[in-house]
């Protein structure tokens, strides 16, 4: 069981998605309870929906998808 604070800073949103893909893919670890702030608070609500609306998968889904978006949107 964890709790985790998730750090700002465009880029390193992107690093956190990959260390909270990690994270999820781990069935020992329980998050249980999530902050972050600017990247990070953008991180912690796909988070924090997903494992309230499925588990960890879902969470990594949800995760995946902003994260995309938000590489496509750049490209734009």
Do not use: C, Y
Request: net charge negative; glycine share 18%.
């Amino acid at each position: 069981r964890i709790d985790i604070a998730l750090q700002g800073g465009g880029a390193h949103g992107a690093f956190t998605w990959g260390v909270l893909d990690r994270l999820l893919d781990d069935e020992r670890i329980e998050i249980v309870g999530i902050s972050g702030t600017s990247a990070g608070a953008m991180n912690a609500v796909a988070l924090a929906q997903g494992l309230a609306g499925g588990g960890p998968q879902v969470a990594r889904q949800l995760l995946e998808g902003f994260w995309t978006k938000v590489s496509d949107a750049a490209r734009m």
